[in-house]
């Protein structure tokens, strides 16, 4: 089993950053991809950005330039930097990492980021 524990988020304006962190403990060895999606009120979860094995990233077009995702190995700890946010990146952000081979997911509780206008 693999557990994420998510930290950060908060309320920022247009404009501004947040980072939001992500820590895995457990049977991280067992961790394939690792990363962040989100979900806004009404709408379905969607990637964000995410991380694979091998350190291969991968962003969603509406975060490109913007995001960055980062990671720490010895920490087993996944970052998202977030600039120039706007009130559409509001939404309650979730760590997800999947495990090799069977692709089974694991989540995080969830932390909220809302952007003002």
């Known amino acids: 089993q693999v557990q994420l524990v998510e930290s950060g988020g908060g309320l920022v304006q247009a404009g501004g950053s947040l980072r939001v962190s992500c820590t895995a403990s457990g049977n991280i060895f067992i961790i394939n991809n690792m990363g962040w999606y989100r979900q806004a009120p009404g709408k379905q979860r969607e990637l964000v950005a995410i991380?694979?094995?091998?350190?291969?990233?991968n962003y969603a077009d509406s975060v490109k330039g913007r995001f960055t995702l980062s990671r720490d190995t010895a920490k087993s700890t996944v970052y998202l930097e977030m600039g120039s946010l706007k009130p559409e990146d509001t939404a309650v952000y979730y760590c997800?990492?999947?495990?090799?081979?069977?692709?089974?997911?694991?989540w995080g509780q969830g932390t909220q980021v809302t952007v003002s206008s």
């Open positions: 991380i694979t094995r091998g350190g291969n990233m």
């Open positions: 997800y990492a999947d495990r090799v081979v069977t692709a089974i997911p694991y």
